[in-house]
């Protein structure tokens, strides 16, 4: 058998964003009391989420609290969430099958979003002796520019751990940009599917673009000892 590269992502594969959203909410709402003396709800940030509205979430919650803001507020306010230090807990399914894997195959990370930020979540995971090789997607260039679906952090993997599409897996959740890359160079592409998560996922409100559709699905990532033989 080739040696098996098993790759995951991160945001609610391994572990749940919105807990990590949660913690981001708290240190942002703290920010404005504290610098604006402003009072944000964060209940009312999280009802936002809920309904999938992440984009214009920060602008919407800091105009209700203190209409006179500046841009220079808003910005702040949004540095207050992606810099704090998170608290954060792997899905046990996720642990379990990190320690099975470890052992038996090259593991590999490929996150979208600001470095820093994700780092700090991979710090607070204890995620980084588990893994041979962590690509944050935004320290690959500016502007999201090689953020899924781009295949440059595909790419790259494949240069760091083995010979171009052998034996590659991808364990991923979001199917609107998972799965495109993956697909296009020859890896196996599975999704992560947890029922007791589907309604608190951030990204659950997506389908798959065409070529994008994963080739297997699980509902629990111990499936994987199933799947993978
Ligand atoms: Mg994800």
Redesign the pocket.
């Known amino acids: 058998m080739p040696p098996l590269h098993l790759i995951f992502?991160?945001?609610?594969?391994l572990y749940a964003?919105r807990d990590y959203a949660i913690g981001g909410f708290r240190a942002a709402a703290a920010w404005a009391q504290s610098t604006l003396g402003a009072t944000v709800s964060v209940d009312r940030m999280l009802g936002l989420l809920d309904e999938g509205q992440l984009g214009q979430l920060f602008a919407t919650v800091l105009c209700e609290a203190k209409p006179d803001h500046s841009d220079d507020d808003v910005k702040n306010f949004v540095r207050a969430y992606g810099q704090h230090e998170p608290r954060l807990q792997l899905f046990a399914d996720a642990a379990d099958a990190l320690t099975h894997w470890q052992s038996r195959a090259k593991l590999g990370l490929i996150t979208d979003g600001h470095a820093a930020t994700q780092h700090a979540k991979i710090r607070a995971l204890d995620l980084a002796p588990r893994f041979r090789h962590i690509i944050a997607t935004g320290a690959l260039g500016p502007d999201r520019a090689y953020h899924k679906p781009h295949p440059r952090a595909f790419e790259l993997m494949q240069t760091s751990l083995g010979q171009a599409g052998v034996g590659f897996v991808y364990v991923?959740?979001?199917l609107s940009k998972?799965f495109v890359a993956p697909n296009a160079l020859g890896w196996k592409s599975i999704w992560i599917d947890r029922p007791s998560h589907r309604a608190q996922r951030i990204?659950k409100h997506t389908t798959a673009p065409d070529g994008g559709e994963p080739h297997i699905t699980v509902h629990d990532l111990r499936e994987l000892t199933k799947v993978l033989g």
Do not use: I, R
């Open positions: 992502d991160l945001d609610d594969t964003e991923g959740d979001n998972d990204h």
